[in-house]
């Protein structure tokens, strides 16, 4: 069991850290990289010889021209084609892309298209299929990879991705800027290995946290209450100060009342149980025989207590939070934000940037409270990814696709250029994007849309009617014992090996 200590100093160091982790059976003591096997990977002799003159420098003279002219390139993503990676056709950010496509297509003699295939229950079987289809797709790119995820199996054969760690020397692995902090990373991961990476230079590709609390500041200061982040400033920020928050804003006097907290059950279950600070899989021991010794945070004792105070702060305060024992789990708690009739609400920050910031003015973040000022809630249940297929038709060719698609669009050449940009779109502080880009330096990946879903749905419908928060947590665990196995365990000891080796200090 971990507790994640933070501060705002790290937000800068965590943004700019290069850290290093990977998969396979051992993990050794040198960096891996360029010279990984992968005995799924096709050889391919380059042509490397700089073609000054004909590439920009965002289309770097490192590509293999003579193989790439004349080559039909697909891209496979789940929105439709006129929508290029998930952007809406009319919008800046499409522009960006297609000029991308364009200058790619041009300097390398080459053609770009995209396939929709549906992300439903039939994605992994439509990929499957493909394996037997002449140029079925060379990059897959989803802004939702739940479904991809699946496509991964449980890692090597398995697998309908090809390890991209073993494509280092093409696609820069490493690069923390680039693909993301090394956590997004675990979302794409499988058996130890590493499958897709986040295109982090993107506009909105950048790996976020699920969940975070948006505050009203013009309904705080109404209410005369602190504020939140002022509070986090002070180190003050804790589970009592958010519910004295919550029971300070509430007004029944007029048609509507206007609740502290608006947030569902589920919801509230999930940030709890990581504000305690309990790694979803801790590695006790890895034994001389290969066998592992593990522990299920989810059973740890810090996340019964944090289950037990939201189940005892809704109990004694279940007027102050609109909605907030309806085990439902929709995501409509928002509404009730923007109508202004709740001063706070816990929802994802796909809700903030889609909803709230277009809707609302004068709102800010604040992560949902742990038990002490030193623990932050957080977790990924997906991300932006781009990977490729087993199908491709060259995965050299198309790991170098990959690498020249995915440099910054625009003005955008950093890490640094993505904080501005979250800063200028959607809010009013530093501190707010703080917050958006330090929970996700630092949050872990959750594993719930493997199967641990229905353990955290079974506890939040039944947390409000439990007799014992711990007898529910204790009979619900075992329902998960083979998604921890299967998918956490094997990530989690590559991920150990390798902090062993200092990739992580």
Known sequence: MTKRILSLLLVVLMLSALVACGGG???????P??????????????????????TSDRVQPDVPLDEMSGKNFIIIQHGPIEDPFGYSQDSFAAELAAER??????????????????????FVSTMQAKQYSDNAGDLIFSSNNAQLRKALGTGGDTSLMIDLLAMDDIVDFWNTDKWGNITSRETMMAGGTFYGLTPALWYNCTPLPYYSVVYSKDLLASFETENPQELWEQEAWDRDAMLD??????????GEPIFGMSAHMTHMVRASYLSAGVDAVV??????????????????????????????????????????????GSWTAHNAYVSGMSAMC?????????????????????????????????????????????????????????????EGLGEVESSDDIVKYYK??????????????????????????????????????????ASSVKTLVEKTVPTVSEVVETHLVPNAVALEKYRQNGYFD
């Open 25 to 31: 059976d051992e993990v050794s003591s040198e960096k």
């Open 33 to 54: 990289g360029s010279n990984v096997a992968s005995g799924s990977l096709q050889s391919t002799d380059t042509d490397t010889d700089t073609n000054t003159g004909t």
């Open 424 to 465: 200028e779109t959607y809010f009013e502080s530093d501190l707010d994007v703080s917050f958006l880009l330090m929970e996700g330096a630092n949050l872990q990946y959750s594993y719930w849309p493997n199967g641990g879903d229905a353990a955290l749905n079974t506890i939040a419908s039944g947390l409000m009617s």
């Open 101 to 122: 496509i364009s200058e790619i297509s041009n300097a390398w003699g080459c053609t770009i298209s995209f396939e929709q295939v549906a992300y439903n229950d039939e």
């Open 283 to 328: 590695i006790d021991k890895i034994n001389a025989d290969g066998s592992v010794d593990w522990t299920y945070g989810m059973a740890d004792p810090l996340a019964v207590e944090s289950l037990q105070w939201l189940k005892n702060s809704i109990t004694a305060n279940r007027k102050y939070f609109n909605n907030g024992a309806d085990p439902s």
């Open 245 to 254: 928050i919550i029971t300070s804003c509430y007004d029944d006097t007029m």
């Open 346 to 406: 816990l929802t994802a920050y796909r809700v903030v940037f889609d909803n709230i910031a277009m809707q609302c003015e004068n709102f800010a973040l604040i992560p949902w409270a742990g038990a002490d000022a030193n623990t932050l809630s957080g977790f990924y249940e997906n991300c932006y990814s781009v990977a490729i297929p087993i199908f491709a038709q060259d995965f050299d060719l198309s790991a170098h696709l990959m690498a020249h698609l995915f």
